[in-house]
């Protein structure tokens, strides 16, 4: 098939999104092109270490360890910057399986296969990196899948607000917020989000909690 550049693969519970909670096997691909202030996870960028895999290897390594298991996050970084992406998503699929891409929402999702619950980061102020924010993802999105806003201030929950009503998001699909850990408590968030009585859903990352990768 082809290689892609991997920065880990691990077993876990989900910890956020749709499918929050099931056992998941997560394939995070190496690379990013967007710098957000808060990334939980700088190991996957710039010089640290990753490996080249073939697509055949790791779908062997889900056949022979995990095939009781539906469960495919493929994550990052920025799983679109590479372009056998594509290929990883489309074998998973013909295993049957349900497979969750997490993007960060500055790559055209018009390749992505209809199938594949996409979940999709639009980037608030904090992160610095809100003006790559692609709009017209929207398009592409349903009820399957989800709009991630993390939250840092409020100026970044009433941006996101803006965006939730501009674009009528949860007409037609689901959006999370979360709080920016460490720097935002998560009490406030929830308060906020009270106020609106509006159908969004807070979330804070369950593997955090617990405790787990």
């Known amino acids: 098939m082809s290689k892609l550049k991997i920065s880990e693969i691990f077993f876990s519970l989900q910890g956020e999104g749709p499918l929050i909670g099931y056992p998941t096997l997560f394939i995070r691909l190496f690379g990013c092109n967007l710098n957000c202030s808060w990334c939980d996870t700088p190991y996957a960028k710039g010089n640290n270490p990753h490996k080249e895999v073939e697509i055949s290897e790791i779908l062997s390594f889900w056949e022979k360890n995990f095939n009781s298991l539906p469960f495919i996050t493929i994550t ?48 608030t102020p904090s992160s610095n990196m ?3 924010n ?22 970044d929950f009433e941006f996101s607000l803006d965006i939730i009503d501009k674009f009528f998001l949860t ?18 968030l929830a ?6 009585k509006k159908p969004l859903r807070f979330q804070i990352q369950l593997h955090k909690v617990v405790g787990i990768k």
């Open 130 to 132: 809100d003006r790559h």
């Open 134 to 155: 692609l709009y017209e993802n929207f398009k592409f999105l349903g009820k399957k899948d989800a709009v991630k806003f993390v939250i840092k201030d409020e100026k």
């Open 191 to 196: 308060e906020w989000i009270l106020k609106t």
């Open 171 to 188: 007409y037609y699909t689901q959006v999370f917020l979360s709080p920016a850990h460490p720097f935002l408590d998560p009490k406030n």
């Open 76 to 123: 990052g970084g920025e799983p679109l910057i590479q372009n056998p992406v594509y290929n990883l998503m489309n074998a998973f699929l013909e295993k049957n399986c349900i497979v969750v891409l997490e993007t960060n929402g500055s790559i055209s999702l018009n390749r992505v296969p209809k199938k594949v619950i996409k979940v999709m980061d639009v980037k």
